[in-house]
């Protein structure tokens, strides 16, 4: 999936301009990447345009994931982005249902499986059938 597109669709989910879904976008995949496993986010950000690359800033020697549970993610994307709990959860929603959408369903299903269990009401939308389309 192409940069612009990510962003546009990103937008759309969280009824804001493109500029802030950036923005948005940014915090969610900055606080993936800590989360996840060195490894991992070299994998993800493989299958990603470059500017998204640059947002989850992989680092080969970094292996080792930041374990936090799902309010930790939605209080570090709500910081980065300066938004609420509400609208921090719903950034993650449509960054992770977007990010499905641009990877591979193997590389999705890998970086949804470091993710506890109370990190289903964000990740199952992403999952559920049809949630790919539009």
Same mark, same amino acid.
């Given at each position: 999936m192409?940069?612009?597109?990510? *962003?546009?669709?990103?937008? =759309?989910? /969280?009824?804001t301009? %493109?500029? +802030?879904a950036v923005?948005l /976008? $940014?915090a ?6 800590e ?5 991992? *986010?070299l994998?993800?950000? !493989?299958q990603l345009p470059?500017?998204? =690359?640059r947002?989850?800033k992989?680092?080969?020697? /970094? ?7 799902? !309010?930790?993610?939605? !209080? +570090? #994307?709500?910081? +980065? ?11 993650v ?6 990010l499905?959408? !641009? #990877? ?5 299903e890998?970086? #949804? *499986? ?5 990190? $289903?009401?964000? *990740?199952?939308?992403a999952?559920? %059938? ?5």
């Open positions: 192409k940069y612009d597109i990510f *962003v546009d669709k990103v937008a =759309q989910r /969280t009824g301009s %493109p500029e +802030r923005e /976008t $940014r969610a995949l900055e606080t993936l990447a989360r996840l496993t060195g490894g991992e *986010v994998d993800l950000a !493989a470059k500017p998204l =690359q947002m989850l992989p680092h080969p020697a /970094t292996e080792a994931a930041d374990r936090f549970g799902a !309010a930790e993610f939605i !209080a +570090r #994307v709500g910081h +980065r982005a300066g938004i609420d709990g509400n609208a921090a959860r719903n950034t929603r449509a960054v992770f249902t977007t499905r959408e !641009a #990877v591979t369903g193997g590389e999705f890998d970086v #949804v *499986v470091q993710m506890p269990r109370d990190y $289903r009401d964000m *990740v199952e939308p999952l559920a %059938p049809g949630a790919t389309r539009g």
